[in-house]
Each structure stands twice: as structure tokens, then as C-alpha cells.
């Protein structure tokens, strides 16, 4: 019968074990206090290189094929009146720009899709229905041109190929590029979750294992002392208090970054998010300002979507449109009365509830006067239709001209971009600053173990040759 093996557990036994002990907690704590740096290196990196580009990659696609369609009918609308050519010619070049701005979203929405299946395949079906949609466009303003007709009055022909083109636009390629921008999102604020629920639970990790190790530290320092009768042994100091800068660089670091996560991701791009979806629909109910001229059968149809859109922008609850422009002028003079009435909510109104950076109330006020301004415009319009000034109708909302629809337009589309350009160098800087502090981090994390691991070695080696 085998007979069990006892440790004798003498003074050099003993010292082995605890160095031992201590050793491995310290390459332990080392580990664990790598991940942050490590980890959360990666999760910039994802985020810098595909999350937000596929956010904003889909954002543009949207905005661009939206636009295509309003470019589209306003050259319907235009028709064969010599007067307005140069608007004609205008739209054209400006429906050449966005077919462009698209074809390098839909470049840029591939690549950074990677391997993702379901994205693929929305933007292959993004691809085929674009087009479609090219083919279809064609074939009205083509149409249209053929039978000379005169502005406001397109051809029967050309407006039966133009409502296959917008409802293929409305029904598969816009809803297409949303689910785009909201799986991406959502992609984003999932990464971004995760990030920040590990780095608490590795502060967490970091102090109960740190607490651990500097218990067996000290306790290997107090064994010392009454075993040699020396008071401290400084090598073993110092690898406590290297082990506690671990601890220190780690916690700090970690709250650092749960900082710079939720500054990136909620305080800028929560609201380039916003702004982005507000631009995009602000073009699609520009869009429908141009359909329902261009098809006053469907006006029902479209004057309800244009209303829906600018909900969606700045919700009025129970504003309907014959009151949304009066009741948006009246929130934005309460508003500039009193920053902290904003009597609207939709995606302007997040945005107005997380003005942070240097210059973007600036640039949201001015975002509010020119909603104001392109609603009021839109009432205008309406009016002229309704009492059956076509011409003038036509000619008002398509102006560039300053006080026209179309400048109106214009310069809130400008003060959008601007603001979401504030917003996106916010996200940039914060990326930055997230992904600077994680190198210094790391360095100090990685020396401070290897010389902590040293030291207890150097420290209790004298010890133990004592007993050689």
C-alpha cells in the first residue's frame, strides 16, 4: 500500500510556496489588468473602422437615393418651359451628384459589411433596385421630353413610369437603407454595451484579485520580518507597491474609458445619429413637396407623408398641416426665451435635449430658424396650389433664389451639416483620446508586473541561500 507523501513544511518550504503564490497571483493580476488595454483596443478599433462608417455609409445612401427621386420630379415638374432650363439643368446635375454619392455609399457600405451576410444581402438588393430605379427615371423624364409637356402638366405616360420609380423608391430602396442605418446602429450600441459592462466587471475582477495579491504580499513581508527579524525587506515593498500601481493604472483606466465610450457614443454620436436621420428625411419630404405638384391625383397621399416626415424631424403633438408651421415658429420663439422649453421632440428635439460641444447650439438654433423658414415656405406653396396658381406654385418652391423654397431649404440642409460636422469631430476626438490612453496603460501595466514578479524574487532569494 502506497504510503502518502508529507511536506515538511520547513522555513525554506514554506518561503518556496509563498513566493510561488505570489508570483502567480502577481502574473494573474497582470493578465487580468491586460484585458483593458487589450480589449478595449479592439472594440476602437471595430468602432472607428466599421461601426460608425456603417452608419454613416447608410445614412448618405439614403439621403442620396431620397434625393435622387425629388431631383427626379422636379425635372418632371420643369418639363419642356424654356424659362425654368436653367433649374432643369440644375436638377440634373444635382440627381448626377447624388447617383454618385450613392454608388460610393453603396462602395463604402460593402466593405465595411465584411462578412456579414444580412447586410449583404440588403445591399445587393440596394444595388438591383437602384438599377431599376435608374431605368425607370429615364423612362419618364424621356417620356415627358417626348411629348414636350409643359411644366406642371407632365405627360399621362411619363407619370405612370415616374409612380413605378417612386414607389419602388418608398417601397424597397429607402426601406432598404433604413434597415441599414438601424441594424448598424444597433450593431454600434450593442459593441458599445458590452465594452462598457466588461470594463466594470474587470474593475471589479482587478480589485478583489489585487486585494488578494497584496494580502499575500504583505503576508510574505510580515513572514520575513519575524522569521529573519528585519523590519522591511525593500524589494518585496517595492513589488507591493508596483502590484498596487497595477491596480491603480488599471481602475483608473478603465473609468477612463467607460468615460470616453459613453462621451463618443452618446454625447456625439447619438447626435450625428439624430441629425443624419433628420437630413435624410427632411430630403425625402422636400421630395414629396415635388411629387405632390408634379401628381396632384396622389396630393392625399404625399402632402400626409410630407407631414409625417417633419414629425419625425420635430414632433408637434396634434399638429396637422395646416398648423405645423405656425406651431414650430411659436416653440422656436419659446426657445429662444427659454433654452430649456423645447416644446418639440423627434429627432431634432434629441438633439436640442444634448447640445455639448463648443458651437452647436449655435448651429442647432440655426437648424430651428430655417425649419421655421422652409416650413413657412411649404404653407406658401400650398396656398398657391390651392387657389390654383400652378405656375407660381412651381416657380416658388423650386426657387434658389434667396426667400424661395428651395434656399430655404438650402440653408437648413447647410446648418445641419455643419452641426453634424461638430458632432462627428467630437466622436473623432474622443475615439482618439480613448484609444491614446490605452498605450500608456498597457506600457505601465506590462513593466510594472515584470518588475513586481523581479522584485519578489530578488527579494526573497537571500533567504533562501541562507539555507543552502
Same mark, same amino acid.
Given at each position: 500500500?502506497?504510503?502518502?507523501?508529507?511536506?515538511?513544511?520547513?522555513?525554506?518550504?514554506?518561503?518556496?510556496?509563498?513566493?510561488?503564490?505570489?508570483?502567480?497571483?502577481?502574473?494573474?493580476?497582470?493578465?487580468?489588468?491586460?484585458?483593458? &488595454?487589450?480589449?478595449?483596443?479592439?472594440?476602437?478599433?471595430?468602432?472607428?473602422?466599421?461601426?460608425? &462608417?456603417?452608419?454613416?455609409?447608410?445614412?448618405?445612401?439614403?439621403?442620396?437615393?431620397?434625393?435622387?427621386?425629388?431631383?427626379?420630379?422636379?425635372?418632371?415638374?420643369?418639363?419642356?418651359?424654356?424659362?425654368?432650363?436653367?433649374?432643369?439643368?440644375?436638377?440634373?446635375?444635382?440627381?448626377?451628384?447624388?447617383?454618385?454619392?450613392?454608388?460610393?455609399?453603396?462602395?463604402?457600405?460593402?466593405?465595411?459589411?465584411?462578412?456579414?451576410?444580412?447586410?449583404?444581402?440588403?445591399?445587393?438588393?440596394?444595388?438591383?433596385?437602384?438599377?431599376?430605379?435608374?431605368?425607370?427615371?429615364?423612362?419618364?423624364?424621356?417620356?415627358?421630353?417626348?411629348?414636350?409637356? &409643359?411644366?406642371?402638366?407632365?405627360?399621362?405616360?411619363?407619370?405612370?413610369?415616374?409612380?413605378?420609380?417612386?414607389?419602388?423608391?418608398?417601397?424597397?430602396?429607402?426601406?432598404?437603407?433604413?434597415?441599414?442605418?438601424?441594424?448598424?446602429?444597433?450593431?454600434?450600441?450593442?459593441?458599445?454595451?458590452?465594452?462598457?459592462?466588461?470594463?466594470?466587471?474587470?474593475?471589479?475582477?482587478?480589485?478583489?484579485?489585487?486585494?488578494?495579491?497584496?494580502?499575500?504580499?504583505?503576508?510574505?513581508?510580515?513572514?520575513?520580518?519575524?522569521?529573519?527579524?528585519?523590519?522591511?525587506? &525593500?524589494?518585496?515593498?517595492?513589488?507591493?507597491?508596483?502590484?498596487?500601481?497595477?491596480?491603480?493604472?488599471?481602475?483608473?483606466?478603465?473609468?477612463?474609458?467607460?468615460?470616453?465610450?459613453?462621451?463618443?457614443?452618446?454625447?456625439?454620436?447619438?447626435?450625428?445619429?439624430?441629425?443624419?436621420?433628420?437630413?435624410?428625411?427632411?430630403?425625402?419630404?422636400?421630395?414629396?413637396?415635388?411629387?405632390?405638384?408634379?401628381?396632384?391625383?396622389?396630393?392625399?397621399?404625399?402632402?400626409?407623408?410630407?407631414?409625417?416626415?417633419?414629425?419625425?424631424?420635430?414632433?408637434?403633438?396634434?399638429?396637422?398641416?395646416?398648423?405645423?408651421?405656425?406651431?414650430?415658429?411659436?416653440?422656436?420663439?419659446?426657445?429662444?426665451?427659454?433654452?430649456?422649453?423645447?416644446?418639440?421632440?423627434?429627432?431634432?428635439?434629441?438633439?436640442?435635449?444634448?447640445?455639448?460641444?463648443?458651437?452647436?447650439?449655435?448651429?442647432?438654433?440655426?437648424?430651428?430658424?430655417?425649419?421655421?423658414?422652409?416650413?413657412?415656405?411649404?404653407?406658401?406653396?400650398?396656398?398657391?396650389?390651392?387657389?390654383?396658381?400652378?405656375?407660381?406654385?412651381?416657380?416658388?418652391?423650386?426657387?434658389? /433664389?434667396?426667400?424661395?423654397?428651395?434656399?430655404?431649404?438650402?440653408?437648413?440642409?447647410?446648418?445641419?451639416?455643419?452641426?453634424?460636422?461638430?458632432?462627428?469631430?467630437?466622436?473623432?476626438?474622443?475615439?482618439?483620446?480613448?484609444?491614446?490612453?490605452?498605450?500608456?496603460?498597457?506600457?505601465?501595466?506590462?513593466?510594472?508586473? /515584470?518588475?513586481?514578479?523581479?522584485?519578489?524574487?530578488?527579494?526573497?532569494?537571500?533567504?533562501?541561500?541562507?539555507?543552502?
Amino acid at each position: 500500500m502506497a504510503r502518502a507523501v508529507r511536506i515538511r513544511w520547513t522555513t525554506p518550504a514554506i518561503l518556496r510556496a509563498a513566493l510561488t503564490g505570489c508570483l502567480a497571483l502577481t502574473i494573474a493580476l497582470g493578465a487580468l489588468c491586460s484585458v483593458v &488595454p487589450l480589449h478595449t483596443g479592439g472594440s476602437w478599433n471595430t468602432i472607428k473602422q466599421q461601426l460608425a &462608417p456603417q452608419v454613416r455609409d447608410a445614412s448618405s445612401l439614403y439621403l442620396a437615393l431620397t434625393d435622387m427621386d425629388a431631383q427626379t420630379a422636379n425635372i418632371l415638374v420643369f418639363g419642356d418651359n424654356k424659362s425654368l432650363a436653367s433649374q432643369r439643368a440644375k436638377a440634373n446635375t444635382i440627381y448626377g451628384q447624388d447617383l454618385h454619392t450613392a454608388s460610393t455609399a453603396l462602395q463604402g457600405a460593402t466593405v465595411s459589411a465584411g462578412s456579414n451576410a444580412s447586410a449583404q444581402a440588403t445591399l445587393v438588393q440596394i444595388l438591383d433596385g437602384l438599377g431599376l430605379y435608374e431605368a425607370l427615371s429615364s423612362r419618364a423624364t424621356s417620356l415627358n421630353d417626348e411629348a414636350r409637356a &409643359p411644366s406642371g402638366r407632365p405627360s399621362p405616360d411619363a407619370l405612370d413610369a415616374y409612380r413605378r420609380a417612386t414607389d419602388l423608391m418608398r417601397t424597397q430602396l429607402l426601406p432598404s437603407a433604413q434597415k441599414l442605418i438601424d441594424a448598424n446602429n444597433s450593431a454600434f450600441t450593442s459593441t458599445y454595451g458590452d465594452e462598457r459592462g466588461l470594463l466594470s466587471d474587470v474593475r471589479l475582477a482587478a480589485l478583489a484579485l489585487g486585494l488578494l495579491t497584496l494580502a499575500a504580499l504583505v503576508a510574505l513581508q510580515l513572514f520575513l520580518a519575524r522569521r529573519f527579524r528585519r523590519r522591511i525587506n &525593500p524589494a518585496l515593498a517595492a513589488a507591493t507597491l508596483l502590484c498596487l500601481t497595477v491596480i491603480g493604472t488599471t481602475f483608473s483606466l478603465a473609468g477612463d474609458e467607460r468615460y470616453e465610450l459613453y462621451y463618443t457614443r452618446h454625447e456625439a454620436f447619438d447626435s450625428v445619429v439624430a441629425l443624419s436621420s433628420a437630413r435624410a428625411l427632411g430630403y425625402d419630404a422636400n421630395a414629396d413637396e415635388s411629387r405632390n405638384i408634379l401628381d396632384p391625383a396622389m396630393s392625399g397621399q404625399y402632402s400626409n407623408a410630407f407631414l409625417e416626415k417633419s414629425q419625425q424631424i420635430a414632433d408637434l403633438s396634434g399638429a396637422d398641416l395646416a398648423t405645423y408651421s405656425t406651431r414650430i415658429a411659436a416653440a422656436r420663439r419659446a426657445y429662444l426665451a427659454n433654452h430649456d422649453d423645447v416644446r418639440f421632440t423627434g429627432y431634432l428635439g434629441a438633439e436640442f435635449r444634448n447640445l455639448t460641444f463648443t458651437g452647436e447650439r449655435a448651429a442647432a438654433e440655426k437648424i430651428l430658424s430655417a425649419w421655421v423658414q422652409y416650413q413657412g415656405d411649404d404653407h406658401t406653396t400650398r396656398g398657391y396650389l390651392a387657389a390654383g396658381q400652378l405656375d407660381r406654385a412651381i416657380d416658388y418652391n423650386t426657387s434658389y /433664389a434667396v426667400g424661395g423654397s428651395n434656399w430655404a431649404f438650402d440653408q437648413w440642409d447647410a446648418a445641419m451639416q455643419v452641426d453634424i460636422a461638430i458632432n462627428a469631430d467630437a466622436f473623432s476626438s474622443g475615439v482618439s483620446d480613448g484609444e491614446g490612453e490605452l498605450d500608456t496603460g498597457l506600457v505601465v501595466i506590462a513593466v510594472a508586473t /515584470a518588475a513586481a514578479l523581479a522584485l519578489a524574487v530578488i527579494g526573497v532569494r537571500p533567504r533562501l541561500a541562507e539555507f543552502r
